[in-house]
């Protein structure tokens, strides 16, 4: 899954106030799928280009881009053609007493999940930024430049860092 996200800096002449654009796109080796793409005016006026780009991005990670990395995670999960993988040992092995079925008294969901083995996940968001310095705050997480941004924009920078630090989470730079 592609998204990107882009903003134009005080775009608004009356008011000054930033636009926020998003595209989220499902892409594989021959095959572009476009899926969304959405347009907002943020809610107040940024003071930087870069401001206005980590506003765009958090909005845009926020609102469909994770929904999109959980949703396509479970389609490949369960329509995937590859095969199960042999020979790969569980980490711990099913006792004979617990039950499989679900609507036995004796189902206990807690003993039976504990149990199964998620597959490996291939599903990635790659998140297309045109702005490298957004994707260098993002990687430190801080910025006294942009130390107001949690009351302006009620963004947290701590927070994009953790997102973007997930493994299957992965933000590059766009020309």
Same mark, same amino acid.
């Given at each position: 899954?592609?998204?990107?996200?882009?903003?134009?800096?005080?775009?608004?002449?009356?008011?000054?106030?930033?636009?926020?654009?998003?595209?989220?796109?499902?892409?594989?080796?021959?095959?572009?799928?476009? +899926?969304?793409?959405?347009?907002? #005016?943020?809610?107040? +006026?940024?003071?930087?280009?870069?401001?206005?780009?980590?506003?765009?991005?958090?909005?845009?990670?926020?609102?469909?881009?994770?929904?999109?990395?959980?949703?396509?995670?479970?389609?490949?999960?369960?329509?995937?053609?590859?095969?199960?993988?042999?020979?790969?040992?569980?980490?711990?092995?099913?006792?004979?007493?617990?039950?499989?079925?679900?609507?036995?008294?004796?189902?206990?969901?807690?003993?039976?999940?504990?149990?199964?083995? #998620?597959?490996?996940?291939?599903?990635?968001?790659?998140?297309?930024?045109?702005?490298?310095?957004?994707? #260098?705050?993002?990687? #430190?997480?801080?910025?006294?430049?942009?130390?107001?941004?949690?009351?302006?924009?009620?963004?947290?920078?701590?927070?994009?860092?953790?997102?973007?630090?997930?493994?299957?989470?992965?933000?590059?730079?766009?020309?």
């Amino acid at each position: 899954i592609v998204l990107f996200s882009d903003a134009d800096f005080a775009g608004d002449l009356i008011q000054a106030k930033s636009t926020s654009g998003l595209y989220l796109a499902v892409v594989g080796p021959n095959t572009f799928a476009p +899926v969304i793409a959405s347009c907002k #005016k943020q809610t107040c +006026v940024s003071h930087s280009s870069t401001e206005s780009e980590i506003v765009a991005a958090e909005q845009a990670i926020r609102t469909e881009g994770l929904q999109a990395l959980a949703f396509w995670e479970l389609v490949t999960e369960l329509l995937g053609t590859s095969p199960p993988a042999k020979n790969v040992e569980t980490h711990a092995v099913m006792p004979k007493d617990v039950e499989l079925n679900p609507y036995s008294e004796r189902f206990n969901p807690a003993k039976y999940f504990a149990y199964t083995r #998620k597959p490996e996940q291939s599903t990635q968001l790659i998140i297309a930024e045109d702005n490298e310095a957004v994707i #260098k705050l993002v990687k #430190k997480a801080r910025s006294m430049a942009l130390r107001h941004l949690p009351r302006t924009h009620r963004i947290d920078l701590q927070w994009l860092f953790e997102v973007s630090s997930h493994p299957r989470v992965v933000m590059r730079y766009v020309n």
